[in-house]
């Protein structure tokens, strides 16, 4: 008879821990569950190692662990997650599952954490204990997962679910960034452009204008004491005074914003501000918006398909959403749930979803199939997001064309304004 310590949540989805004796795990799980519990951890109490330290073995490992810096990809963790379920389908004993997986990586992040989970399962922890050790590599979704899949006895399944679902998730985050690349690189090079004509053009034809005393008009003497503020020179006030050339600023606003948006964020009410304002910013606010119900959708759908409790599930894909609009209507909907009430309900009078995304869960709730619907939710988005990006794509590439040929535009005629008077002045022989 063996001694399990577990962790599982009551009837009202408040978190349960104690211990109990059992011959199995298996047997300790029925018990558990014959007192009302769900358990979402159970594991095997062993004797504490001796402090002769750590095994040869262990020494050799960590000898190669070399230095880690960063974090672990988003690319390489879900390899990693593929090949562990690979290798548990084959019927492969965890403990050597990690340790062939530790082995084969390159010297990172990963490998220096994968160095620590084999010694702490090595020392019988079981495996989602050991990875909610490093939220840097495994986040909490992630953890939930693997010890629903340990509790289960489906750990190999679980993970191939987990695979996938990372796979979709970034597969999603290549198409909208993908489809910002083009747009940035253009942006980038049109400013720079105008930015040399203006420094480094404009100057010249002013000097031109000067010696003809050639009056310049409105819109030619803007440019020129634009051109001059971006080129740092005084354009009213002491010429003497020191003055922050008006480049630096173009090329440092952008990281100042990005800097301040961060500290705005880091704070609930700017955190609230900020992700509404999102939600509702022209074209893009739509496409945000898509992205993150297809996100929060196939998160709380591949949880509870994988036997979470839906209590717990709906708190982690809350915490994993990626907006607060959509963090607290999921917070809404737990404690509607747990007051006994629809998961519909909460979500419709919120008015992040579309009616069809309410609709299609309160059927899946009727049905009793809710993580079937959620995630066929999630692959109708994921087409809708397809679409959205396109429809962008194609609405931005004129957008570009428009404001870049207007910015040379106005350029070219602001010059020329005053060439007309020095043409006219040249023909009439300088009179």
Known sequence: MASFTYEAL???GKPQKGQIDAGTSEEAIQRIKQQGFFPTSVREQKEKKGASGPTEATKKRKKGGG?????????????????????????????????????QQKPGKLKSVLLDVCDDVEGGTSLSESMAKHPRAFDKLYTKMVAAGEVGGVLDIILQRLADFMEKAQRLKRKVIGALVYPAVVVFVAVGIVMFIMIAIIPKFSEI??????????????????????????????????????FLWITCLPIIFFILWKVVRTAKPGLAVTDTA???????????????????????????????PILEAITI?????????????????????????????????SKTCDSIVVNMIDVGEETG?????LLKIADNYDEEVDVAVGSLVKLIEP???????????????????????????LSSGGK
């Open 317 to 349: 894909t809350g915490e994993t959403c990626g907006n607060y609009v959509f963090e607290k209507a999921l917070r809404k909907v737990h404690d509607s749930i747990r007051e006994g009430e629809s998961f519909a309900g909460p979500l419709r009078e």
């Open 67 to 103: 230095i880690s810096i960063g974090g672990v990809s988003a690319k390489n963790l879900t390899t990693f997650t593929r090949q562990l379920s690979t290798l548990q389908d084959a019927g492969l004993p965890l403990l050597r599952s990690l340790q062939i997986l530790e082995e």
């Open 399 to 425: 957008m570009l064309v428009l404001f870049l040929g207007g910015a040379v535009g106005t350029i070219v005629v602001a010059m020329f304004l005053p060439m007309i008077s020095i043409i006219e002045k």
């Open 209 to 246: 204008f000067k010696e003809f005393g050639v009056k310049m008009p409105g819109l030619t003497k803007f440019l020129v004491d634009s051109s001059q503020w971006m080129a740092g020179k005084m354009v009213t006030g002491n010429p003497a005074a020191p003055t922050i050339p008006g």
């Open 10 to 12: 009551n009837a009202q």
């Open 369 to 373: 199939d809710i993580d079937a619907m």
């Open 278 to 308: 999102l939600l509702w910013i022209p074209v893009f606010g739509s496409l945000i918006r898509k992205t993150t119900i297809s996100r929060f959708t196939r998160t709380l759908g591949t949880l509870i398909n994988a036997g979470v």
